[in-house]
């Protein structure tokens, strides 16, 4: 049977619904945005955790705007922990793959998802 990335969120969904199923869809465009920034040129396709939660953060800068910050908070996403929450469950799920020394705890303390998300807005 193919893979159907629906049927991996609906799974998400039933063992954790602490995120919204929209935070899924848009973390994998934001895997994409990410590996568009950071992997140009035909670099080794793997992010750190650091680089997909940057780039996450710049791919709902650029998509929401100023509203980024209300957009993630409605579903569910406050801190960085959260994206690497997100991002494990895509792993676990079979969406998204990972090397050997990556972890979930990788995404624990990076800068505050606010202070990115509010910046490019402060006077």
């Known amino acids: 049977m193919p893979f159907n990335f629906e049927d ?5 969904m039933r063992r954790d619904a602490t995120y919204a199923p929209a935070a ?8 994409d ?3 568009e920034q950071y992997h140009k040129g035909g670099e080794q396709p793997h992010l750190s955790a650091e680089e ?16 980024a910050a209300t957009v993630l908070e409605h579903w569910g996403v406050t801190e960085s922990a959260d ?10 799920a079979g969406v998204f793959g990972r090397q050997e020394g990556d972890t ?20």
């Open 24 to 31: 899924y869809a848009f973390m994998r465009q934001a895997m």
């Open 33 to 35: 945005y990410s590996m």
């Open 83 to 92: 994206v690497g929450s997100i991002v494990y469950n895509l792993i676990h």
């Open 104 to 123: 979930q705890e990788q995404f624990n303390n990076l800068e505050p998802l606010a202070g990115l998300l509010d910046t490019p807005y402060m006077p």
């Open 52 to 67: 997909l939660y940057l780039g996450f953060c710049a791919c709902a800068l650029q998509e929401y705007g100023p509203l």
């Open 8 to 12: 991996a969120v609906e799974g998400i």
